[in-house]
């Protein structure tokens, strides 16, 4: 797995903990193409802006908690996979844990689809 993905990854992790709106999009525009679509058992949209909406809206309702890497990012052709943790600094306990699956177009996520574990749903 190259380098290259592993940050997309980690820019995609951070995409959802940036806080300052103009630094988030800017993070959206460098993970995601401009064809984009994120499905998660919630929400399912299309493009950048509903994207970044998206995102404005869960920071709202969770406001203390963060998005961090859980494990290894495994690739292989134009997928990726990996695990996540949702949880506030410090706790113990995450909120939420899940697994994302991206398929890439080139060096840009044309597709995400998220999952949460069920114990946290």
């Not at 709106?21 to 993070?27: D, F, N, T, V, Y």
């Amino acid at each position: 797995m190259s380098e290259q993905v592993t940050n997309l990854v980690q820019n995609y992790i951070a995409v959802w903990n940036e806080r300052d709106a103009g630094k988030r999009r800017l993070l959206i525009d460098r993970v995601f193409s401009d064809a984009c679509v994120y499905i998660d058992p919630n929400d399912s949209v299309a493009g950048k802006d509903a994207i970044e909406r998206l995102v404005q809206a869960l920071q709202a309702r969770l406001p203390d908690l963060r998005f961090t890497l859980a494990g290894h990012v495994n690739a292989h052709h134009d997928q990726v996979l990996f695990g996540w943790t949702l949880a506030a600094p410090g706790a113990a306990t995450p909120a939420a844990t899940g697994v994302d699956m991206a398929v890439l177009d080139g060096d840009r996520i044309r597709q995400l689809h998220g999952f949460v574990n069920p114990r946290d749903q």
